[in-house]
């Protein structure tokens, strides 16, 4: 690699000096490159020359599938309304991830870019609006967002509410428009060759499938290879003549590596999502103030989420409202902004109830949680998908102990997955989340029913090892 002759550059952005190292932690995964501590990076992540001329590695890539079940409401010929659940479509997410020096560049930038972000959010007035993936918000999470849009709604007589996100948001990033953004955002006329080496690699990266290393490791360690891993005997993927032979076969490139893209997974994307969209949030959030002053605007990602008072709750005013919205997202399809019809909620709040377009009753979901204007709710799929798997727990600790004659590993079990993980590496777990969440949302002139939702948890859980 490349070194500098000349005398170290380091960064002289103000948000440099921002930068919480202790958060830097070695990754326990393994890569085409050895793990290594952040104290032996640091230095080479403050030097200008060294990034500019550092060779990133492939990305590895795997695809997460994910069920999903959707409520199809029926009317018999009584008028009974009865209730079927069916498998939907399922959802892909393409997840990518870095070498580990290269996670470090893509955090420390990324960090570098949220902290100037940051600033430029609130120069702008969009602060409040962009909640995911900023790091001047610590302490808040879904619960916390989620409460301040009902508690904000559950103000008003009458409100109409519209809630869509995007298709394959990250798959659709304009690397263009990204570019330009992220020298507004450092407020710059060009990307320095540090800044743009980085971004150079984050649009028009390699990556190498997930399954083609497996089958790789497989052929060189056999048995032993599981038994390798968990005793850290392997440092790394290949060496490096190995790898020197493999890319030659299963090296991929991007696909339209020159227009819009970038890996979901790397630490900088998450940052990148927000600049991507600093000139779509600015019209959305004038927009809204020009309809009142009272109307708020919240985007988490690829989610958003609008409510605007109303005078009255007439269909005319209420479609006039979606039409404009509508009108300004189409604005941003150069970009990559996509909206699912599928997936977008046209929603009006009476003072009493959650109504649909044919103001019949209905519900509004956001951000995990459910209400129809008189109770509060987990989602019915976080709900699901925490049952699975604690189940499929379940049932390993009843194999094994049914193989072996002896108690199975019951701790991890009630630590992921019951009220006795409280305080399970310090962050909790799904029960925990649940306990937080009902008695944030007592605090909404609703009712929650979050607490009941996983009351019998224990139980479920305890017959599943019968």
């Not at 990307?191 to 499938?209: A, E, S």
């Not at 790898?243 to 339209?256: A, I, T, V």
């Not at 997936?343 to 009006?348: G, S, V, Y």
């Not at 519900?363 to 798997?389: A, H, P, W």
């Amino acid at each position: 690699m490349k070194r500098s002759n000349g005398p170290q550059q380091l960064h002289n952005l103000s948000s440099s000096s921002n930068i919480n190292w202790e958060k830097y932690k070695t990754k326990g995964y393994l890569h085409f490159d050895e793990r290594i501590q952040i104290g032996r990076m640091k230095a080479n992540l403050l030097n200008e020359d060294w990034i500019a001329s550092y060779a990133f590695l492939p990305y590895i890539h795997f695809e997460m599938n994910f069920k999903k079940y959707i409520t199809i409401k029926e009317i018999d010929d009584q008028g009974q309304v009865t209730k079927r659940k069916e498998r939907g479509k399922p959802k892909e997410r393409k997840i990518f991830y870095s070498a580990h020096k290269d996670g470090y560049i893509y955090k420390y930038y990324g960090d570098l870019l949220n902290n100037a972000y940051n600033q430029y959010a609130s120069d702008n007035q969009i602060d409040d609006s962009v909640i995911a993936y900023r790091n001047n918000k610590l302490g808040k999470n879904n619960i916390d967002f989620a409460f301040e849009v009902f508690n904000h709604l559950f103000k008003f007589k009458n409100a109409v509410v519209i809630s869509s996100d995007f298709t394959k948001y990250f798959d659709n990033i304009s690397h263009q428009t990204l570019k330009r953004n992220i020298r507004m955002v450092l407020g710059v006329e060009t990307l320095k060759r540090d800044w743009y080496q980085v971004f150079k690699n984050l649009t028009k990266f390699t990556y190498v499938n997930r399954e083609d290393i497996d089958k790789f490791l497989e052929g060189k360690y056999g048995r032993t290879l599981n038994k390798k891993i968990k005793t850290h005997q392997i440092n790394r993927i290949m060496t490096s003549s190995e790898f020197r032979e493999f890319k030659k076969k299963y090296l991929k490139s991007k696909p339209d590596p020159d227009s819009y893209g970038i890996p979901q997974g790397s630490s900088m994307s998450a940052v990148c999502s927000n600049v991507h969209l600093i000139d779509f949030d600015k019209e959305i959030s004038e927009w809204c103030k020009q309809k009142t002053t009272n109307a708020m605007y919240r985007r988490y990602c690829d989610d958003l989420i609008v409510i605007i008072p109303l005078e009255n709750k007439s269909v005319t005013e209420f479609a006039t409202i979606q039409n404009e919205l509508f009108e300004i997202i189409d604005k941003y399809k150069k970009d990559g902004l996509i909206v699912q019809p599928e997936k977008t909620e046209i929603r009006l709040w009476n003072g009493d109830k959650i109504l649909d377009e044919q103001l019949q009753p209905s519900k509004l979901d956001y951000l995990g949680f459910v209400t129809d204007g008189q109770m509060i709710q987990l989602r019915e799929k976080s709900l699901f998908n925490y049952y699975t798997r604690a189940y499929r727990k379940a049932n390993t600790v009843k194999r094994i102990e049914y193989a072996t004659e002896r108690p199975g590993p019951k701790r991890s079990l009630y630590d992921l997955y019951t009220h006795l993980g409280f305080e399970y590496k310090k962050r909790g777990n799904f029960i925990t989340y649940a306990y937080k969440a009902h008695k944030k949302m007592c605090q909404l002139p609703v009712q929650s029913l979050i607490k009941k939702q996983v009351k019998r948890h224990w139980g479920k859980i305890q017959r599943r090892m019968q």
